[in-house]
């Protein structure tokens, strides 16, 4: 029977080490919160990257990473540290991550670590290769494995191939600045099937194919000698029903089932029931637009000081390709910009900035999405935003207003949300006092709708949809050299 072979950088479970022992996390982003509920439901391995470099793997524990990823149906692939080095912190974070989220002057062309990146790109489809037989299906993704799917292509000429994108792909302009862009296009047009987020991000990539490698475009397809590649968007959705039943479940808890993060927020209502919390989640990345975001809050305060006390920003940032240093750049810039804004405001009784710089487990994050009133998420740009579309299906009943930056791939869909733009400081606070102001009826309103279309459109559906639109242009292909 034939299978699924997915294939990411990361495994959607990490492995560390902790006193010699093996420790198994989920991982956190978009990607493999998505995608694992697909992997779990269906007939699919995982190929990927454990987390651990070779070098970090005691000679007696490797069999023991290989079984840990096995019982979760996915395979690690080795990786030593020189090659995180060069392929994942160097050309897959300091050139494709800013690149392609229009970060021009963070963007590195550094000759080796493109030499990595081609030479790891080469091991993970060397790796789909010795598990691939004849039928399956290979799903490729995201920007750390452009050049997968022509690697494969080169050796199994018949294999049905998808790529996904969970990034922006940016515009002609921005993209043709890099000098392997011709390499890193044809790497891509491996696949059958490639897919964005966003109609935005197929215009942009399909007007780079046209204008770089001059193939012939018409409306999604592109020809070329020997096949037909179909460009299309398909918008990610969330595990509905496991947000939705972990809200309700979080609602029953008992007093001694409660949280110690939970009684915290709890007390914090109970002593000011009027105040509101005002939630942000992110990994501590500058495409999130988490510095500016402290600075519009900043605004806020100076500017309406009636609400001095009346609410306050909890901020969970996860940590996030530390060994990076616009990364380490950031980190310090956000604790500096805290603890300036907690000492300029802070009374007796109140602190405006509650700051967690952590990964906290799953209970935790739906703590914080059901015990805030506003998700205040603010990115400078994002492929997505799947915490936005997580926080509405917390709500159960239906209260709770979402402000989300029209640059998240999320905002296409999510038209109810208050939409702001993340450099506008004083729409942001005018933003922050329509929602503190909103009537309940109007929220349930808007929450309503978008809960609707978020439970239709979920992860799954998002998943069957791209693989069936692969199937389809796999027959496509047999007619065509027909
Ligand atoms: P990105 O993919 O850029 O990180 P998204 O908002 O699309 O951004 O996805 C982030 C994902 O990571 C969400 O599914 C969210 O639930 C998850 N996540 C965020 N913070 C944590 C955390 N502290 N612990 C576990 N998962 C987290
Ligand atoms: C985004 C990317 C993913 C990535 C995730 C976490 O969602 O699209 O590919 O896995 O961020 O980043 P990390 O570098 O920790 O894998």
Redesign the pocket.
């Known amino acids: 029977m034939s299978k699924t072979i997915i294939i990411s950088n990361r495994l959607p479970l990490q492995i560390s080490l902790e006193d010699s022992n093996l420790e198994v996390t ?1 991982s ?4 493999a ?2 995608l694992k509920s697909f992997h779990k439901d269906g007939d699919s391995i995982w190929i990927g990257w454990s987390g651990l470099t070779e070098e970090e793997i005691p000679e007696n524990l490797l069999d023991d990473v290989k079984e840990k990823a096995r019982k979760e149906d996915c395979v690690a692939v080795n990786l030593s540290e020189e090659e995180i080095d060069g392929f994942y912190y160097g050309f897959s974070n300091r050139t494709i991550w800013p690149l392609f989220h229009y970060f021009m002057e963070y963007t590195e062309a550094d000759k080796d670590h493109w030499e990595t990146y081609k030479s790891v790109n080469r091991k993970y489809a060397d790796e789909v290769l010795k598990h691939y037989e004849d039928g399956d299906h290979i799903w490729v993704h995201d920007y750390q494995l452009l050049l997968v799917p022509n690697m494969i292509r080169e050796k199994q000429p018949e294999a049905i191939i998808g790529f996904f994108n ?1 990034i922006p792909f940016p515009s002609y302009e921005v993209f043709r600045t890099l000098p392997w862009r011709d390499e890193v296009l044809e790497g891509v047009l491996g696949a059958d099937l490639i897919g964005f987020h966003t109609y935005d991000y197929e215009r942009h990539f399909l007007s780079s194919v046209s204008r770089i490698l001059r193939h012939q475009v018409n409306f999604n397809e592109i020809t070329l000698p020997e096949r037909i590649v179909k460009v299309d968007s398909f918008p990610m959705g ?1 595990d509905y029903n496991k947000f939705e039943a972990a809200a309700q479940n979080h609602f029953k808890n008992t007093e001694e089932q409660r949280t110690e993060l939970q009684r915290r927020l709890d007390h914090h209502s109970n002593e000011t029931p009027e105040a509101k919390l005002i939630l942000s ?3 501590l ?1 500058y495409t ?1 637009g988490i510095a500016n975001r402290i600075r519009a809050f900043e605004y806020f305060l100076d500017n309406h000081p009636e609400f001095i006390e009346k609410v306050r920003l909890v901020m ?1 940032a ?1 940590p996030s390709r530390s060994n990076v240093p616009q990364y380490q750049r950031l980190k310090r810039e956000i604790d500096e910009l805290v603890g300036r804004i907690n000492g300029k405001f802070s009374t007796v009784s109140w602190t405006p900035i509650w700051y967690f710089y ?5 209970e935790n ?1 739906i703590d914080l999405y059901t015990s805030c009133d506003i998700a205040l998420l603010t990115p400078i740009r ?7 579309k ?1 926080f509405v299906a917390t709500r159960i009943n239906q209260t709770g207003v979402l402000i989300l930056s029209e640059m998240a791939g999320a905002a296409h869909e999510m038209n109810e949300a208050l939409i702001i733009n993340p450099n506008n400081f004083e729409q942001i606070s005018q933003t922050l006092i329509q929602a503190i102001e909103m009537p309940i009826e109007e929220q349930q309103q808007r929450n309503k709708t978008l809960q609707k279309r978020l439970k239709r459109y979920s992860v799954e559906k998002w998943a069957n949809d791209f693989m069936k639109a692969l199937h389809n242009t796999s027959q496509d292909r047999d007619a065509f050299k027909a």
């Open positions: 989920p956190v982003g978009g990607l919160t998505g969970h969330i989640i992110d990994r990345d999130k969970l996860v952590r990964s906290m487990p799953f994050l994002d492929g997505m935003n799947l915490v936005a997580e």
